[in-house]
């Protein structure tokens, strides 16, 4: 007899490889919205951190096929090589003069931010709605000039009041 369970897994994971693929390499690349003022690489812990929910739950799904015997681990091996090859597709932010880009197919406009919250070498983008909002990793060579954009484009909105702490003002 034919089961389902197999199938249905099989549509999951590849369903989440291309839910991985599209957030580094969409397949439709609309322009930003805005004026492109600043591009900077991703670092490689930055796009582990964007892809982590998919990864997480791609090598869930294999240990659980493999342990059950569904998934030949073969396949296993092609799918966690298929993940960590997206991750290391090189990816950039994007800040323009309506908001900030992460690689090519997501964007965040200024007005959804609440605030920030600037260290050494992140910057927390605040949004009231959000859980946890959006951290940018940045070199800290490069912190001033984003900084410069973000304290321009923040502003404070009907979410509350503006939220500004640099680790140097602590």
């Known amino acids: 007899m034919f089961s ?3 199938l249905i897994s099989y549509l999951l994971i590849a369903l989440l490889l ?3 693929f599209a957030k580094a390499r969409p397949r439709i690349k609309e322009p930003m919205p805005g004026k492109k003022l600043k591009t900077l690489p991703m670092s490689l812990f930055s796009r582990f951190q964007l892809q982590r929910s998919s990864l997480l739950a791609l090598l869930m799904g294999v240990v659980f096929g493999i342990a059950t ?3 030949p681990a073969s396949t296993a091996g092609l799918v966690v090589a298929l993940a960590l ?10 800040f323009t003069t309506r ?4 690689g090519a197919g997501i964007f965040y406009p200024w007005k959804e931010f609440s605030g920030f919250v ?3 070498q992140s910057l927390a983008l605040i949004h009231p709605s959000y859980f946890g909002g959006l951290t ?3 070199k800290p060579a490069d912190m001033a000039s984003v900084l410069q954009y973000v304290e ?3 502003k404070k909105n009907s979410f509350g009041n503006l939220i500004s702490v640099k680790e140097s003002e602590k």
């Open 4 to 6: 389902f369970l197999p």
């Open 18 to 20: 291309m839910n991985m």
């Open 69 to 71: 015997g569904w998934l």
């Open 85 to 94: 090859l997206t991750i290391l597709l090189p990816m950039q932010y994007t």
């Open 99 to 102: 908001g900030v880009g992460l």
């Open 118 to 120: 600037a260290k050494q």
């Open 136 to 138: 940018l990793n940045v």
């Open 152 to 154: 321009r484009y923040v």
